[in-house]
């Protein structure tokens, strides 16, 4: 006996041991899921933050410069080591901006001086946009002399640098004249430029003048290359125009197809063709008591943007659009420097710009994303101009002879919440609209981030897959587990389960190359199926009930409907067999043509009905196994007092088992969502990947999963399109946790409300 409770006893212990074992495994397997969860989360958080970083400016050192003229322009070169100058008389100069020992140069030692313009015969100025870095300097002999900083980078080895991995770069400046070093004849008549606007596009240049005050002078320089020498003349055409007010400021498109004039509160805009003929296309009336006196015009990289300053410190933005009367220039936007600008800078190829103001802040803004970044007093406040480096590292700034430099962080300024989520006015759209447009293959590309079309197409995605998975999905669980016969539940049930297990890939493999095709050709015939295949169902079911009842009962409890079958494949068949003939008889042959011409639908062959069944036939798995399991555990007891208390199956179902299961049901359909926002490979293969924003079942969609494997190959590691597809990953994790929370709280509330059943 005692023997006896001395093993019971041990038995106990061990018991005692497994259990705590396996309670100890299961909380620290929780645990380590909740530590999961919360990494992927401040991961996300940590590589997405820096985008909405402000900028900052810090100086990094000051140094004087001895100038006896005033400074009409300053520049760097990429690598900000050495920065540029050009002198109102004429002179240029070179000088260092950082220190080099191997070149033996310290910050502010002048590198080379050169006159560029013979003193006395300057009359004007101008510079091209910053991405060709030339000059213009306009004579008082109606020529102009246009010059170039180049740079040329070397790694020499030294005696230091041999046999070790230390690298030495050498950049030598100089300055080149153009044209071969001949000025180019502006004015005919030998006028002076009083003020000059230049642009070029690597061949021809564009040059507009100012003689007197209100005479605008248009030259074109056409290049021309000689075939029998291979030498290239520029062959000038001349166009005069004369207006009725003095021109404050002039500009002209690096395209050599437009030249702007602003004249009080008024733009005119002219265009140039290519062999030079000038015509008025369009006046821009300024909104003086809005904006104030309009005071001077900046081009933006790719000169689609015309930024104009006015006296009260507002910069506002004009851009063509296309209208029922053609392209013309809009108001878009303004920015507030604070104060009057007494000098503005763009960067090179992003949409920001830099503005100083008369008491020496700096503002720093992006068009597109209508950011204010930055708004400062820089530590001089005589500040009289500025340059940015080519890659927006450095900021240069002149206040009398001493120049400051500045390091420069303004990584993302593309990014903005209302970039993301709100309507943006892209330069060349009719209106503002939700983008997304990442990539692109010119210099002046302007970035279009807005996050709505790939969410609406997650959601779209999503919906219309639940659309086809959630009745055919529950409809089998119920009748599985309700109705069926146990032999053939055994078949069944793990037949739909093992479903689950086939990779997406080949789904969306199959519905890409194999579906896709099929629906464009039968369409009438695949939404025939849609339609009679669920009528056909109730109809045999009502007629089934009016047979015999000797009859009904030969196939036995729970096997009718192994008729379904080949009903279900006959009317599968006869919609397809009637496809073409429906097709001829009612739309002409041509359906695809009858929904894009009389319905205004468009048809893509890879679209959200592909999309809907395909994903549909991955989620059906899901969410019939939860729910066939909800449903089956329903005590027996439940449905067999209902029945005996002389309710028939169908109202056991609807008002006892239904509801007792209603939890289960109830996530196994959270599950299906959950799985459908997150699929990636059948929407990558099975629709076009178009941002486009349209519930059209027959046009695609680009989800949020699936522009993330598309783009996240090509993107640029710390870059903004790189950091916004974690910003995608992040509201993708937020979608599905959201729907989680609440499906766990609306799954408990149902518990609480029929476990008591």
């Known amino acids: 006996m005692e023997s006896q409770t001395e093993q019971q006893l041990k038995a106990n212990q061990t018991r005692l041991i497994k259990d705590r074992l396996a309670r100890v495994g299961v909380t620290t397997g929780g645990v380590l899921v909740l530590v999961a969860l919360l990494l992927i989360f401040f991961y996300l958080l940590y590589v997405v933050q820096p985008i909405f970083e402000s900028a900052s400016v810090k100086p990094i050192h000051s140094f004087e410069i001895k100038a006896n003229d005033q400074t009409l322009a300053l520049g760097m070169e990429e690598q900000a080591e050495i920065g540029y100058r050009f002198g109102a008389s004429g002179q240029g100069e070179f000088f260092a901006l950082q220190d080099n020992k191997f070149a033996d140069r310290n910050t502010g030692d002048i590198i080379e001086q050169r006159m560029l313009v013979p003193e006395g015969q300057i009359t004007s100025f101008a510079r091209s946009l910053p991405v060709n870095q030339q000059f213009v300097y306009g004579l008082d002999n109606g020529e102009a002399i246009i010059v170039q900083p180049k740079f040329t980078v070397t790694f020499p080895e030294t005696a230091r640098t041999q046999g070790t991995r230390q690298v030495e770069r050498l950049i030598v400046p100089r300055f080149e004249t153009l044209n071969d070093e001949r000025p ?290 529950l409809a089998a669980a119920v009748y599985t587990a309700y109705f069926m016969s146990p032999s053939v539940r055994k078949v069944v049930k793990p037949t739909v389960e093992i479903m689950e297990a086939l990779p997406t890939v080949i789904l969306g493999f199959l519905a890409g190359l194999w579906l896709a095709p099929i629906i464009e050709a039968y369409l009438p015939g695949v939404l025939a199926v849609i339609i009679l295949t669920p009528l056909s169902i109730i109809g045999f079911a009502a007629l089934w009930q009016l047979l015999p009842s000797h009859i009904r009962t030969t196939l036995g409890e729970g096997r009718a409907s192994l008729i379904l079958v080949p009903l279900v494949l006959f009317v599968g068949w006869l919609s397809f067999s009637m496809s073409p003939w429906v097709e001829a008889q009612l739309f002409d042959g041509n359906v695809r043509g009858y929904l894009t011409n009389e319905l205004g639908v468009t048809f893509d062959q890879r679209n959200s009905l592909v999309v809907g069944i395909a994903m549909g036939f991955a989620v059906i798995p899901t969410i019939f196994s939860i729910a066939e399991d909800a449903v089956f555990s329903v005590p027996k007891h439940l449905s067999n007092g209902s029945l005996a208390l002389g309710a028939t199956p169908w109202q056991t179902l609807t008002k006892v088992v239904l509801l007792t299961a209603s939890p289960g049901i109830f996530s196994a359909v959270m599950m299906g969502l959950g799985r459908a926002v997150g699929e990636t490979m059948i929407v990558l293969m099975a629709t076009g990947n178009t941002p486009i924003m349209d519930w059209n079942i027959f046009e695609g969609m680009r989800t949020l999963s699936a522009n993330i494997a598309v783009e996240m190959p090509e993107s640029e590691v710390g870059s903004s399109h790189y950091r916004i597809l974690f910003l995608a990953a992040f509201v993708l994790f937020i979608f599905t946790f959201f729907f989680n929370t609440i499906a766990e709280f609306v799954r408990q509330r149902l518990r609480d409300k029929y476990s008591s059943m």
Do not use: C
């Open 184 to 473: 180019l004849q502006v004015d005919q008549q030998g006028r002076a430029l009083e003020q000059l606007a230049y642009a070029t596009d690597g061949e021809g240049m564009l040059m507009a003048a100012v003689t007197g005050a209100d005479t605008l002078l248009i030259t074109k320089f056409a290049a021309e290359q000689n075939f029998l020498t291979g030498e290239t003349s520029l062959t000038p055409k001349y166009e005069q125009r004369t207006l009725n007010a003095a021109i404050r400021d002039i500009a002209v498109t690096p395209d050599l197809n437009k030249v702007f004039a602003l004249i009080n509160n008024r733009i005119v805009v002219y265009a140039v063709s290519m062999s030079g003929t000038v015509s008025e296309s369009q006046v821009i009336t300024l909104n003086g008591r809005q904006f104030g006196q309009a005071q001077s015009l900046h081009l933006m990289p790719g000169a689609a943007t015309v930024l104009v300053t006015h006296e009260s410190g507002i910069i506002s933005q004009w851009f063509e659009v296309p209208t029922d009367e053609g392209r013309t220039f809009k108001y878009i936007r303004q920015f507030d420097a604070g104060g009057p600008i007494i000098d503005l800078e763009v960067e090179d190829y992003r949409r920001t710009f830099y503005a100083v103001t008369n008491d020496g802040k700096l503002n720093v803004f992006h068009t597109t994303s209508e950011a204010d970044l930055y708004h400062e007093a820089l530590p001089n406040l005589d500040t009289q101009m500025i340059t940015i480096d080519p890659r927006a590292n450095h900021l240069l700034a002149e206040a009398g002879n001493e120049l400051t430099l500045f390091k420069l962080n303004n990584e993302h300024p593309e990014v903005t919440w209302s970039g993301l989520w709100q309507q943006v006015w892209y330069e060349g759209y009719p209106e503002p609209s939700y983008t997304w447009q990442s990539t692109s293959g010119s210099d002046d590309f302007e970035p279009k981030f807005s996050l709505v079309p790939i969410s609406f197409g997650t959601i779209k995605a999503a919906l219309y897959a639940m659309l086809f998975a959630v009745p055919i999905g």
